[in-house]
């Protein structure tokens, strides 16, 4: 695993960001952009997805687009309960993914579902299991990201 | 909203990664035993409809040295939250920002802007350059850092049983 980024790298990484081209062969114009071979292009974009500075390489789906449901919830677990608690939350394959924070409200998850009902469903599921209250707080509007890893 | 199951296909063919090889595309259509030609048009289509927001490269923060991220929230008048919301967005540095309801009276916060950075400090500023973006229309705010990943799971296309 390499541990530097060349500026090269760098300046690659934030240009993978953007999006690909929907042609034959879309990473052509980066080529030419970078002064590099389409192939160096893609070997680096490889390298830097091997070596972990890209999770991903792809295209990305807008979840809800896709059929299901989701929804950001909140607990407020006491201290000497969180393991417990955790381990129950956890189990349900609804919980997407999960967050501990720094707050009275201390775990965060994601909830995927087919539906919305299953969203409420699992929530009280959870309710019940923990005798702890679930927060809901659904997605209303979602804004427009411009956001790029300075790379 | 239900998938062509050619689009479907796609979908599950494409959520783990495109192949990082000169023409990607024309080894996804092999896969799928669609031409090259089909596949950039339905990816053309599903990119018109929304289920495809862009395609490129997810950057790992953590790897990157943003090993910090807060989750800051703000309780913003709501007569301009959603244009306030698009601002906030919009600045380089926040990767998600959603509108969600508050849960009073215990969470009086309804914007959400998440926010990475190499520590804490370098959060806490750019929380204070968000604070002044929303300056008298934002009553309260806070900010909550990530402690700890309890659970990661991709959020992946469940295959349909046949």
Not at chain 1, 97 to 117: C, G, I, P
Not at chain 2, 64 to 74: A, C, E, I, Q
Request: proline residues 4%.
């Amino acid at each position: 695993m390499s541990d530097t980024l060349s500026k090269l790298d760098r300046r690659l990484i934030n240009r993978l960001q953007d999006d690909l081209p929907l042609t034959s062969r879309p990473f052509a114009e980066i080529a030419e952009d970078f002064g590099l071979e389409e192939q160096e292009v893609v070997d680096l974009a490889r390298r830097l997805r091997d070596d972990g500075y890209l999770t991903r390489f792809g295209p990305f789906f807008d979840a809800e687009a896709l059929g299901g449901a989701f929804c950001l919830c909140a607990m407020a677990v006491p201290e000497d309960r969180f393991e417990e608690v955790l381990t129950k939350v956890n189990a349900h394959a609804e919980v997407a993914h999960n967050y501990e924070r720094d707050h009275r409200l201390n775990m965060w998850f994601v909830l995927a579902t087919e539906s919305q009902k299953d969203i409420a469903d699992t929530a009280a599921v959870i309710e019940q299991e923990t005798g702890l209250q679930v927060l809901l707080f659904p997605k209303e509007r979602e804004f427009f990201i411009g956001f790029r890893v300075n790379a | 909203m239900t998938l062509h199951p050619k689009d479907r296909a796609i979908v599950e063919a494409t959520q783990a990664g495109l192949p990082l090889v000169q023409a990607p595309f024309e080894v996804i259509a092999e896969t799928l035993g669609m031409s090259e030609a089909e596949l950039l048009e339905r990816l053309a289509r599903l990119k018109e409809q929304g289920v495809i927001r862009r395609i490129g490269a997810a950057p790992n923060h953590y790897r990157l040295g943003l090993s910090s991220n807060g989750m800051t929230v703000w309780d913003v008048d709501d007569a301009v939250v959603d244009e306030l919301g698009e601002r906030v967005g919009a600045l380089p540095f926040v990767t998600h920002s959603y509108r969600r309801p508050r849960a009073l009276p215990d969470w009086p916060y309804n914007l959400f802007a998440m926010v990475h950075g190499a520590d804490r400090d370098e959060v806490h500023a750019k929380r204070a350059d968000i604070a002044d973006l929303l300056g008298d229309a934002c009553r309260s705010s806070d900010i909550l850092f990530s402690t700890r990943i309890l659970k990661k799971t991709g959020m992946r296309l469940r295959r349909k049983e046949r």
